[in-house]
């Protein structure tokens, strides 16, 4: 079938435009009402991708693998994942890029870098829909296996692989393992990066298999840290004070139902008068940081966002970190700690990764979470969390768990049409972050809304 027939034999686009633009209203509605998974949704989408014909190369080569994105960005966690799992792995091996939505934005040039290393590609696609089906199908047929770490409404990503006719294997990453995301039915193995989205995926998401993969923590050059001191003196920090560090998205530190970061730090500051907090990710311009710089005497600093490259040089004047609540911010509390600098975490209805749990960096409670800091402050004694992350999370580690990963990854793709989805229920997780989405209590009813308002968009 050449190409003009395998187009002419398509859904009309502007209908294919009308399908994608009613999946994402409906993936706000499910995000709401707090699913992890609809059946209703991604079926539909099913037959949209089984209505594109597609006939899959049999040739491929062999150690190849594709990572497909919406978009890279030059901060965040899940970009720093692909950018590891590629630098980590096996020099036998090619890895290539796909990006499905990165339109004007760059490309992270330490991405780009290492996909040139490991002998690969960077793929970007075409505008309209349709030709994006057409060639993420073409490109991904010339590899072995694909890796999708995709937004939760990446649609057009799932429709190309909704299709019995594309034969690589499909391993999902679950960055947004407490959200609503599309993808179960295209997933030969979902990759979960904490042992509890495992259960989660298999009881809320339905997911036929599933595995554990700890994150990819790189280890630092040096393990020394010598100070910044010309940025000490830039931050107006006495070279006798202490400093702390939290590092993540502004939202993520949003107070819900007493989980209030920024307060909690103003009332440490007042008993730790030589200590300092500096947030990276906060915009310095936000209210409550602005309020909180003036209230401790400029001791609390919000920088915003900084390039990750800079991050070593205000890790240097740490004497220890602490993760963002009521939302942790995994990725950027392994890499604080890889470094060596004593960390903590106050437990929250998110959770956190199996090497903090394991950890002494872990608080159960707020109280608990001060007197740490109090004894830290006091002895200088750390946590032993660089030594979870060491055994879990470095290139030794992160391999061997990926190998037991692609044990489990079978030949050939298939798209699971008739799942067991009897249950509609909703995690504590994905309960909390509605809460702190729409700053008021979970609505019972919204799941009855949910499923109305499905019908009249699909017309099911």
Not at 241 to 250: D, E, G, H, N
Request: aromatic share 10%; glycine share 4%; net charge positive.
């Amino acid at each position: 079938m050449n190409q003009q027939q395998r187009l002419s034999s398509h859904p009309p686009h502007t209908d294919l435009e009308k399908k994608l633009l009613i999946g994402k209203k409906c993936c706000k509605l499910a995000t709401k009402a707090g699913l992890l998974y609809s059946n209703e949704i991604e079926q539909e989408l099913v037959r949209v991708g089984q209505s594109i014909p597609f006939i899959c190369s049999s040739r491929y080569d062999e150690g190849s693998n594709l990572h497909i994105m919406t978009e890279a960005f030059q901060t965040g966690g899940h970009t720093r994942v692909c950018e590891r799992w590629i630098e980590f792995a096996g020099n036998h091996e090619t890895h290539s890029l796909l990006l499905t939505g990165q339109q004007n934005a760059p490309t992270p040039q330490s991405l780009e870098k290492v996909v040139h290393e490991k002998r690969g590609k960077v793929y970007t696609l075409n505008p309209t829909p349709l030709a994006k089906i057409e060639e993420i199908r073409e490109i991904a047929s010339n590899f072995e296996k694909v890796i999708l770490h995709i937004h939760a409404d990446d649609l057009v990503t799932f429709i190309a692989f909704a299709t019995n006719s594309f034969k690589r294997p499909i391993l999902f990453f679950n960055h947004l393992d407490h959200v609503f995301w599309i993808g179960t039915a295209i997933s030969d193995v979902v990759v979960n990066l904490r042992s509890s989205a495992v259960k989660e995926s298999s009881i809320y998401r339905f997911a036929q298999k599933n595995s554990f993969l700890p994150l990819p923590i790189k280890k630092p050059k040096s393990s020394s840290r010598k100070e910044n001191a010309s940025l000490r003196r830039k931050l107006n920090i006495n070279k006798d004070a202490k400093v702390a560090i939290t590092l993540a998205a502004s939202e993520k530190y949003t107070p819900i139902q007493g989980y209030d970061f920024v307060g909690d730090f103003i009332e440490i500051l007042s008993k730790h008068r030589n200590l300092h907090l500096i947030a990276i990710g906060p915009s310095r311009a936000e209210r409550r940081w602005m309020d909180a710089q003036a209230i401790t005497g400029n001791r609390i600093k919000a920088i915003g966002r900084i390039p990750h490259e800079e991050l070593s040089d205000y890790l240097s004047l740490a004497d220890f970190a602490i993760d963002s609540y009521p939302m942790p911010s995994f990725t950027a509390l392994l890499d604080v700690s890889s470094y060596g600098i004593p960390c903590f975490t106050l437990l929250t209805p998110f959770g956190t990764m199996d090497s903090v749990i394991n950890s002494d960096s872990i608080c159960l409670s707020k109280q608990e979470l001060y007197d740490e800091i109090d004894k830290l402050l006091a002895s200088g004694k750390g946590t032993n969390l660089f030594k979870k992350i060491k055994n879990s999370h470095f290139r030794e580690a992160f391999l061997l768990n990926l190998k037991n990963v692609m044990q489990e990854v079978p030949v050939s793709h298939k798209v699971y049409e008739n799942l067991n989805c009897t249950r509609k229920e909703i995690s504590e997780a994905s309960k909390f972050f509605i809460k702190i989405q729409l700053k008021k209590k979970y609505l019972k009813g919204f799941l009855k809304i949910f499923t109305t308002k499905l019908k009249l968009f699909f017309g099911i």
